[in-house]
């Protein structure tokens, strides 16, 4: 994996540590980060008003090998960052308030996905559920780790033998555990992350069908046998959790309403003993819901 030196981080916390001269070509860097990638070295010293040494003396003492390097690392952070280092809200109108803005970016994912992922493949993958002996579920992060447990939640009612992985070494264990009676499900919104690709290419080399939840321009989707779209354009606000989770979710519900339908006779009963056991013990609503 590479990894990508932090630069801003970097001189934050040496701010206090440095030179004079140094703090002088810190403030004019953070004042402008993609302005000072692309500077010369003598354009950064004459905005801070020091020499080209102190710049370069500057470079090493933040961890650059020299000033192309802090330039290299100056790019790749304002490149990645840019939103999150010159403040972009999150809008919270009067009229709105936070619930209508998180509802708003729900209903937009919803809407997307709905036209996004194919009916016919949702069929397909329940079809494939509803055959094999055993199902596995990937998922890594914030978002897809809560997602893979809740196709655990949504699936065993049915009689499916199912499970969900989110560390890496695990799923690779797992992986390598399974033939061709088995499926695994691989959620991701980037279908990036080269650890839980991996273990999707080792479940398929021993046969295991992968399906994947994901965008349809990643790597993910590529290797997957069949590939639910959901590709969900993030916002520019930062403190906003992304609606794409919710998308992703819509896609799980739909597999376990259509396995539903293929085991709907044994499904019935296994709904029924579930909601009798739960309505002993809390009583209630006949219409509270089946353990969520």
Not at 56 to 71: H, W
Request: aromatic content about 6%; glycine content about 6%; some cysteine.
């Amino acid at each position: 994996m590479n990894y990508q030196f932090d630069i801003v981080s970097k001189i934050k916390s040496l701010e206090e540590e440095l030179k004079t001269s140094e703090k002088k070509v810190a403030q004019v860097i953070m004042s402008d980060l993609e302005w000072a990638g692309n500077a010369s070295i003598h354009e950064i010293a004459s905005a801070a008003g020091v020499s080209e040494a102190s710049v370069t003396r500057f470079s090493r003492s933040v961890g650059c090998k020299n000033v192309p390097d802090l330039k290299k690392s100056l790019v790749s952070s304002f490149a990645i960052g840019q939103r999150f280092l010159e403040g972009h809200m999150d809008p919270i109108t009067e009229e709105s308030g936070a619930i209508g803005q998180v509802v708003k970016g729900i209903i937009e994912a919803l809407n997307t996905v709905n036209t996004q992922t194919s009916q016919k493949k949702i069929e397909q993958v329940a079809q494939l559920i509803h055959s094999v002996d055993k199902v596995v579920v990937f998922g890594s992060g914030g978002g897809a780790t809560v997602i893979a447990d809740d196709a655990v939640n949504r699936m065993f009612r049915f009689g499916v033998n199912i499970s969900s992985y989110n560390d890496f070494l695990m799923q690779r264990m797992v992986a390598s555990s399974l033939d061709e009676k088995s499926l695994v499900l691989v959620i991701s919104t980037t279908g990036q992350i080269a650890e839980i690709n991996d273990c999707a290419q080792i479940a398929k080399q021993y046969g295991a069908q992968v399906v994947a939840i994901t965008r349809g321009d990643s790597p993910l989707a590529q290797l997957a046998n069949i590939h639910l779209q959901v590709h969900i354009a993030e916002e520019e606000g930062i403190y906003k959790a992304t609606a794409s989770r919710y998308a992703l979710l819509a896609v799980v519900d739909a597999i376990a309403l259509e396995l539903a339908i293929l085991r709907k006779d044994s499904a019935k009963e296994s709904l029924r003993r579930i909601k009798y056991n739960l309505d002993t013990v809390r009583g209630g609503d006949r219409r509270f819901p089946v353990g969520d």
